[in-house]
């Protein structure tokens, strides 16, 4: 057992999941994975049995029996986690939109500068997106901005979904009452993050789109992180 856990959200991933577990394990630093898997219809999670046979000691699946949000598969992940002995939980995509070999700068940032929360971020240097639309890139850019006019949280990318917490932060926070589920969660994790005043920290990433699969994005998801957000700034979140 490795002291990090890589969470793996998927649903319909089997053309990305192989490559992205090793790719994982190939790097300098050791990592356990989990995946979590929403029932996929597209075998995803036969392949991952698969490779829990090569990898039994660092390689675990959690298959939920309904797809309702990454953030509530997250939250099982976290959950899954925090019953085990692992000091920090990385949040990364199947999809190779998040380079493995970042994990290790995430990880780094967390252990060696202090951070509690370190982010992977697209915007802290600039813009950091390949392969995105103009229309799309100046959408998520901008979706950060408004996340932090809103909120008043100091951080570039507010949006990001590549993240590393220490185990406090995922103590601390209440995770059953996290209310998104969707594109809202990861902006939500950071506010109450902050509101609680851990040491946060950005690392610069390069964002690449996926070239295999299809995006998960929906208008209900935006819908959510738009009138969401102003909700939880004035209304308030429980911590």
Same mark, same amino acid.
């Given at each position: ?147 932090? =006019?809103?909120?008043? $949280?100091? #951080?570039?990318?507010?949006?990001? @979904? &590549? ?5 406090? %932060?995922?103590? !601390? ?11 809202? =969660?990861?902006?939500? $994790?950071? #506010?109450?993050?902050?509101?609680? @005043? &851990? ?5 610069? %990433?390069?964002? !690449? ?17 738009? #009138? ?5 700034? &004035? ?5």
């Amino acid at each position: 057992m490795q002291d990090t856990l890589v969470i793996i959200p998927t649903f319909n991933e089997k053309e990305n999941i192989e490559k992205i577990i090793r790719a994982t394990f190939s790097q300098k630093k050791a990592f356990d994975i989990l995946v979590v898997d929403d029932s996929s219809p597209d075998g995803t999670s036969n392949i991952v049995k698969e490779l829990i046979k090569e990898y039994p000691k660092n390689l675990f699946l959690q298959i939920r029996k309904e797809k309702n949000g990454l953030g509530a598969a997250y939250i099982h992940g976290f959950k899954w986690a925090l019953e085990r002995n692992y000091e920090y939980i990385i949040e990364m995509d199947a999809d190779f939109s998040h380079n493995p070999k970042d994990l290790v700068r995430l990880y780094n940032a967390c252990v060696k500068n202090g951070a509690d929360v370190s982010i992977g971020s697209r915007y802290s240097k600039g813009v950091n997106v390949v392969n995105w639309p103009m229309k799309r890139v100046l959408l998520s850019y901008f979706a950060s901005k408004y996340v932090q =006019f809103i909120t008043g $949280m100091p #951080f570039h990318d507010t949006t990001a @979904g &590549f993240v590393c917490y220490n185990r406090k %932060v995922l103590e !601390t926070i209440k995770l059953d009452k996290i209310r998104f589920v969707g594109y809202a =969660f990861q902006i939500e $994790m950071k #506010f109450k993050a902050w509101k609680h @005043g &851990f040491n946060i920290q950005e690392v610069s %990433v390069i964002f !690449t789109d996926r070239t295999l699969g299809e995006s998960k994005m929906s208008k209900t998801i935006i819908t959510e992180a738009i #009138f969401g957000i102003i909700n939880m700034r &004035f209304k308030g979140l429980p911590k």
